[in-house]
């Protein structure tokens, strides 16, 4: 049986969010037109753009992220491979 937690996300989660971010098809992003760098990444990420932000974790392994936004949207991303 598969264990699956959500954690909210912290610091040193960051580049994991970034590889994920890197992994998805430019056409499925919201946020940005073009691929920002990892700094404006990490001030994306440090201004809490999202009113719930957390990992997903599959038997202790990072898998993808799941969000909750301001206007209650649901935005999930699986990383390649999960």
Same mark, same amino acid.
């Given at each position: 049986?598969?264990?699956?937690?959500?954690?909210?996300?912290?610091?040193?989660?960051?580049?994991?969010? =970034?590889?994920?971010?890197?992994?998805?098809?430019?056409?499925?992003?919201?946020?940005?037109?073009?691929?920002?760098? =990892?700094?404006?990444?990490?001030?994306? #990420?440090?201004?809490?753009?999202?009113?719930?932000?957390?990992?997903?974790? #599959?038997?202790?392994?990072? #898998?993808?992220?799941? =969000?909750?936004?301001?206007?209650?949207?649901?935005?999930?991303?699986?990383?390649?491979?999960?």
């Amino acid at each position: 049986m598969e264990k699956i937690d959500f954690l909210l996300i912290k610091e040193s989660d960051y580049q994991f969010l =970034y590889d994920l971010l890197l992994q998805r098809n430019s056409d499925a992003n919201i946020s940005h037109k073009k691929m920002p760098t =990892y700094e404006e990444h990490l001030k994306f #990420v440090k201004s809490q753009p999202y009113a719930r932000w957390y990992i997903i974790e #599959v038997n202790n392994e990072k #898998v993808g992220s799941i =969000y909750l936004t301001h206007e209650n949207e649901i935005g999930i991303f699986l990383g390649e491979g999960s």
